[in-house]
């Protein structure tokens, strides 16, 4: 498998795509905005050849199909069908669909992201305080390095949101600027740090 590049990232999407309608309004409200953001960061992004991966729950339904999902969300009036306009994937975009919290549990994640030599991850998604956190847990355990942008994620509190950003910065190191940041200063500067990390500085 190819060398983890340490300037090579991916934006790693979460649970964006929730038939069930996030189950509550402030929780469905504050993942549209991430969502709105995150159309924006992703946009930014592709310009500069950053992949884009949907990391998605399959609500136990073992037939399904991402693109399946996505359609039904097309579907449902409201946040469901908003966040999908604004997030459908295009051409270029990959995808796994994910048994549980972490985006690494049980899906061929890790294996994609030695493939394309990604070396850091960009999380957005829902929520910040469960599957981002699992996620994040386990790209730290990997060695990648984290920029977990805190206006591209979401929880159904926004102290939850506050708090999870907080833990990820402090103990998994993770950067949390948020999504209007300098991508060239932002990939340069984790480039940097592994870089000294490496030398021993």
């Not at 990997?142 to 910065?169: F, G, I, M, N």
């Amino acid at each position: 498998m190819p060398e983890r590049r340490a300037g090579r990232a991916a934006l790693l999407l979460i649970d964006f795509f929730n038939p069930r309608g996030f189950d509550g309004g402030s929780l469905g409200a504050a993942a549209l905005r991430a969502a709105g953001n995150t159309a924006r960061l992703k946009a930014r992004l592709r310009k500069a050849g950053v992949p884009a991966i949907y990391a998605n729950d399959n609500f136990g339904n073992w037939e399904s199909e991402f693109s399946e999902l996505v359609a039904t969300c097309r579907t449902i009036r409201g946040v469901p069908a908003a966040i999908a306009d604004l997030l459908a994937p295009i051409a270029g975009d990959r995808s796994v669909l994910k048994p549980r919290h972490s985006a690494f549990f049980e899906t061929p994640l890790e294996f994609l992201l030695d493939e394309l030599g990604i070396g850091m991850l960009i999380l957005a998604g829902v929520s910040a305080d469960s599957c981002i956190m699992f996620t994040a847990h386990d790209a730290y355990l990997r060695k990648l390095d984290l920029w977990v942008p805190a206006d591209c994620v979401a929880s159904p509190k926004p102290a939850y949101t506050r708090a999870a950003l907080t833990h990820q910065e402090r103990v998994l190191r993770a950067s949390i600027v948020p999504s209007d940041a300098d991508l060239t200063r932002m990939l340069s500067r984790r480039r940097q740090k592994r870089k000294s990390a490496t030398s021993g500085k």
